[in-house]
């Protein structure tokens, strides 16, 4: 595997169907393969720490915030 240089971005490829699911969990359509509950994330933008909720489906963050409960 080369070396990551500045400058260059490594970004997930998903194909349709993965997306879709991600995209379904985002909404609420579907339940997250894995919840991660009362997290600890730091908001780099504002400053300081939040307690939420982690909704992960594949490899894939499908979104963070307190609407994910189950």
Known sequence: MAAIG?????????NREELEQVLAVARGDRPADL???????????????????IA??????AGVGNDYEE
């Open 35 to 53: 919840l991660i509950r009362n997290a600890e994330v730091l908001d780099l933008v504002n400053g300081g720490a939040h307690r939420t909720h």
């Open 56 to 61: 992960l489906c594949g490899h894939t963050i």
């Open 6 to 14: 500045l400058g260059t971005k490594r970004t997930q490829q998903l």
